[in-house]
């Protein structure tokens, strides 16, 4: 009985230890996978012009790998993404498909009231589409310049007209002049009269 209770004394606070090495270790992934949720749900307005949003997708086959309808929707969606032409089809289904993941996601992290039209819903300033499309238009007209495929146009507009000067004037010859001062000038010397 004595060797029992060693037992227990010496392996209760190594399978206490142990078994909290292993607690941790489950809420460090059940961390990581929310972060990645949340990554994806604060960046699905912008998505792919997001950086942190592809990292987080491209994190995803390592993060869930043993959510199996999780790593099935992402594949789907990675492929679709590849694909193909981007027409007004094919991003219904892109957004169709990123929806299921993140609903697959939301299932598997315990958010089990969270539908598909809570993901769907998402607050995007119009100022965010306006400055996004003036970098991609810059981007694009820089682009051509360094290409040599656009110039820069350059526009003279009106220039403010200066008046014209008075032309300057003839040159007259002055007359000689005398250095007699006029009668009426003169300083009497002593003794002249006036």
């Not at 994190?59 to 032409?85: C, N, Q």
Request: glycine share 6%; aromatic share 8%.
């Amino acid at each position: 009985m004595e060797i029992v209770s060693i037992a227990a004394i010496v392996a209760g606070p190594v399978f206490a230890v142990e078994a909290q090495r292993i607690l941790d270790k489950r809420r460090v992934r059940e961390e990581r996978k929310l972060a990645l949720f949340r990554t994806l749900m604060a960046s699905r307005v912008a998505r792919a012009a997001d950086p942190r949003h592809t990292e987080a997708l491209n994190l995803i086959g390592i993060e869930f790998y043993k959510e199996g309808a999780v790593v099935a929707v992402w594949r789907d969606y990675i492929t679709h993404m590849s694909s193909g032409p981007t027409t007004d089809a094919w991003a219904l289904k892109w957004t169709d498909l990123f929806v299921d993941l993140l609903f697959e996601m939301a299932q598997s992290l315990g958010f089990k009231s969270f539908d598909k039209t809570q993901i769907r819903q998402a607050y995007a300033p119009i100022l965010y589409k306006t400055l996004e499309d003036e970098n991609a238009e810059i981007r694009k007209g820089l682009l051509g310049v360094l290409r040599g495929k656009v110039s820069i146009p350059i526009h003279v507009g009106s220039q403010p007209v200066a008046k014209p000067e008075a032309p300057p004037a003839p040159d007259i010859p002055s007359p000689p002049m005398s250095t007699a001062l006029p009668p009426y000038l003169k300083q009497p010397s002593p003794g002249e009269k006036l």
